[in-house]
């Protein structure tokens, strides 16, 4: 199995930058992915990471150590939009594809 | 983007009947879809991967007789909950995985199931 762990909430101020962390402990690791989620919503796709480094899309960025078991998402000049539910999942190469998720953070923007 | 749709958007029934719930991969065709179920306040957990052809692959503690999954074609999979029961009622969402993309799955925008 697998266990991904990310924080409940965060609370952040319009404008501000907020890091979300989740760490992972899983075996055949084939890749980690950053889901936004809107109340009521399915998930939309932020970024994929399956090499260590830093990827780079507009106000978000996603981190991931392979060693460490370790990723973040950071979300750049908050907005009151960004208010959501962030979800960090697991992709394995013994599956289909399936992806594992995490409990997901409540991401809360205030004026 | 990749689109999936699910229909219907929201059902409400009555305890002890069964409904059935579509996904659609519109622009590419989809070997693989998962399922997966959520309940407020919590985050997704799969309930089957959908290979079509061949039977789903259920996770543990989900009853297969109870949610049976047909993928019939490239482009459609079905879940039926049956003899639904006020537990059933949850967000039932459905991806899809574009084998062009290596990487990426796209939902569709979920199910609302409400029994009463």
């Known amino acids: 199995g697998q266990n991904i762990d990310q924080p409940t909430e965060m609370t952040a101020t319009e404008g501000a930058i907020v890091q979300i962390n989740c760490t992972y402990q899983t075996s055949g690791f084939n890749g980690l992915f950053w889901y936004q989620q809107h109340a009521g919503e399915a998930p939309t796709f932020l970024s994929y990471?399956?090499?260590?480094g830093l990827e780079e899309k507009g106000r978000f960025s996603s981190f991931l150590s392979r060693s460490k078991g370790y990723s973040y998402l950071l979300l750049k000049e908050l907005q009151m939009k960004d208010s959501a539910s962030y979800l960090c999942?697991?992709?394995?190469?013994?599956?289909?594809?399936?992806?594992?998720f995490g409990a997901g953070t409540q991401v809360v923007v205030t004026p | 983007g990749a689109v999936v749709s699910q229909h219907p958007s929201w059902v409400i029934c009555k305890s002890g009947t069964s409904v059935k719930i579509e996904c659609r991969s519109l622009?590419?065709?989809?070997?693989?879809m998962f399922w997966y179920r959520q309940f407020p306040k919590q985050s997704l957990m799969l309930m089957a991967t959908?290979?079509?052809?061949?039977?789903?692959?259920?996770e543990q503690g989900v009853e297969k007789d109870k949610f049976l999954i047909n993928h019939a074609s490239l482009t459609l999979s079905t879940l039926t909950v049956t003899s639904a029961h006020p537990e059933d009622s949850s967000f039932y969402i459905c991806s899809a995985r574009d084998p062009g993309l290596h990487y990426e799955q796209y939902f569709g925008p979920g199910t609302r199931l409400t029994v009463t």
């Open positions: 999942a697991v992709r394995r190469t013994d599956s289909w594809g399936k992806l594992q």
């Open positions: 990471n399956v090499l260590d």
């Open positions: 959908s290979n079509e052809g061949s039977k789903a692959t259920y």
């Open positions: 622009d590419f065709q989809a070997t693989t």
